[in-house]
């Protein structure tokens, strides 16, 4: 699946784990480069699902139409989709406990 970043910033912090660390914390960024990783290797959003420690689903309410992928367990990446889903956007990195 191809990846696009919503903005410089989010590639940037996958280009280097320099960056990422510093914004997130060492944990945060390490598995923020492998749930980018994971989202290239699949071929179709049903290989995301089928993939339990992602924890993709579906977001509801003012999000909706929007993808969540566990990071941590208060962080996670927020993603849409384009071109008939052969496209992952990633949109942001949110705490949703905070």
């Given amino acids: 699946m191809r990846v696009r970043f919503g903005d410089r910033q989010l590639q940037r912090r996958y280009e280097s784990h320099r960056l990422a660390e510093r914004a997130w914390g060492a944990i945060v ?3 923020y480069v492998m749930r ?3 989202i290239r290797a699949a071929s179709n959003t049903g290989d995301l ?3 339990p420690s992602l924890r ?3 977001l509801t309410g003012d999000r ?3 993808f969540a992928v566990s ?3 208060q962080k996670r990446l927020i993603l849409t989709f384009e071109d ?3 496209t992952a956007v990633i949109v942001e990195v949110v705490d949703y406990h905070g």
Avoid: V
Wanted: no cysteine; aromatic share 10%; net charge neutral.
């Fill in 84 to 86: 008939d889903n052969a």
């Fill in 36 to 38: 980018i990783d994971a």
């Fill in 71 to 73: 990071i941590t367990g």
């Fill in 29 to 31: 960024a390490r598995r």
């Fill in 49 to 51: 699902y089928a993939n």
């Fill in 56 to 58: 993709f689903h579906g």
């Fill in 64 to 66: 909706h139409g929007q």
